[in-house]
């Protein structure tokens, strides 16, 4: 590790980042680059790694079995609250990039992230230590400029706001890999997997596919050959950020409500589902109507997509996945209806995007025991009351009647399937519940 120069500091370290950044740096031609890593606040990851000089397992899940390689990109780690070090790592003059996975919580009001990143740049001003990027990795459309709102947010000096306009650039990102959470059982299967590292109590495990598309917004500052590794530089995110909202989140969130309603637990059980299934694709297509993107590059997402849901070695659970439709069908299936009037007003509401507000419907109606999201309607709720919700303007009669029609179509076709899948796994859960050792995992995407 000696050899890598801690160019990175980067902070809310975790699994995602793990299989991500790191994991795109450790494989970067050229200069050898480290991560100076810093934890949200407690010291457990931090301490964790520091015991096993910061290397760890990343555990890649295919669907034909896990492959091992010990990254050891990370050359520091430290608990957040250690502001002391927070602040000389950002003002060292070999720091050119500061990276963030701090969940979309960390740039609202009240978060302490862009109070902590103005007093890294604060001790970086003073100390004379140049230009710097910040980058977020976070699931957030123009990521970039939201990074830069909340740190703004966070100064109250005129001055140090100037330095930053002057110094400080803020490229935006789109990032894509599926890392469950790390269980007892993968710590334990590192002793029989080949290359794993010896006594690993921290390995990260992650999907096969891996995506990072980089705005080129960083205005001759040094950083790591990224490209080299497989990253994606261009002028603008703002495509490929829809891709993955529409395509990927948009599907993820049919796939939960439908999935659901037919007695799933899983994305592999669900897009297994014929139903399910072509629902999705019918969501794609209009989807890939409106996407600004050569459609070879649409139709090979899609393709990858599949290939990724029906991974059954990945659990992406779709209760998980089902919280918070009020805030996510917006972005990620109504934002493409919109695109779809926007171009052909006499075009309609698509099937796809009509199933899925169905779906959330009957889902918050018939199973709100399922229900974890505070802006969703109640249980006794209409059409008009999720319309309200998500689109209050497309509350018309043609997208009324389409809705309504989609879920007619869900209740015909779901109840005798839910219930005989219900049923099926009731029986197999009887039948091996000695055996039984899977829980519900975390995903970050």
């Not at 009324?400 to 219900?422: K, L, N, P």
């Amino acid at each position: 590790m000696t050899d890598r120069r801690p160019g990175i500091v980067h902070l809310g370290v975790g699994a995602f980042a793990r299989a991500h950044l790191a994991w795109y740096t450790a494989h970067a031609t050229g200069e050898p680059w480290g991560i100076t890593a810093f934890t949200g606040r407690s010291a457990t990851v931090a301490d964790a790694l520091g015991a096993q000089e910061c290397r760890y397992t990343l555990v890649t899940r295919a669907a034909s079995g896990d492959e091992a390689e010990v990254v050891d990109t990370i050359v520091a780690a430290h608990p957040g609250s250690d502001e002391a070090a927070w602040r000389h790592a950002v003002a060292s003059p070999e720091t050119t990039v500061v990276t963030l996975t701090v969940t979309e919580q960390g740039y609202r009001s009240g978060s302490d992230v862009p109070a902590r990143l103005a007093a890294g740049l604060d001790a970086r001003r003073a100390a004379g230590a140049g230009r710097i990027a910040l980058v977020s990795l976070d699931n957030l459309t123009h990521n970039g400029d939201v990074l830069r709102d909340a740190v703004a947010s966070a100064v109250s000096d005129p001055a140090l706001q100037d330095w930053i306009d002057a110094n400080v650039a803020f490229p935006s990102s789109m990032v894509d890999r599926i890392t469950p959470a790390t269980t007892d059982v993968d710590v334990t299967a590192l002793a029989e997997l080949p290359g794993a590292l010896d006594g690993d109590r921290v390995p990260v495990v992650t999907e096969p596919f891996a995506e990072w598309v980089l705005e080129d917004g960083f205005a001759g500052l040094d950083r790591p050959a990224w490209e080299t590794a497989g990253v994606r530089i261009v002028d603008d995110v703002t495509p490929f950020e829809q891709r993955k909202l529409w395509l990927l989140n948009g599907s993820h969130s049919l796939l939960a409500y439908l999935g659901l309603l037919r007695g799933h637990d899983t994305v592999a059980a669900a897009i297994d589902d014929p139903t399910c299934r072509t629902a999705v694709e019918e969501l794609w297509d209009e989807a890939a109507a409106e996407l600004p993107l050569p459609g070879p590059e649409v139709d090979a997402a899609r393709t990858a997509l599949v290939e990724r849901f029906r991974n059954p070695r990945i659990r992406h659970t779709l209760r998980q996945i089902a919280s918070g439709g009020s805030q996510k069908l917006p972005v990620r299936v109504v934002d493409v209806l919109r695109h779809r009037l926007a171009r052909d007003p006499s075009a309609g509401i698509g099937p796809g995007a009509a199933t899925a507000l169905a779906a959330w419907w009957l889902h918050v109606t018939t199973q709100p025991d399922l229900v974890d999201d505070a802006g969703a309607p109640g249980a006794d709720s209409d059409v008009h009351d999720v319309l309200r919700v998500v689109a209050p303007d497309l509350d018309t009669t043609p997208v009324v009647a389409a809705i309504t029609a989609a879920a007619d179509r869900i209740r015909a076709a779901g109840t005798g399937a839910r219930d005989r899948i219900r049923a099926t796994s009731t029986a197999s859960a009887s039948a091996t519940a000695t055996d039984r050792t899977s829980t519900d995992e975390g995903v970050t995407a």
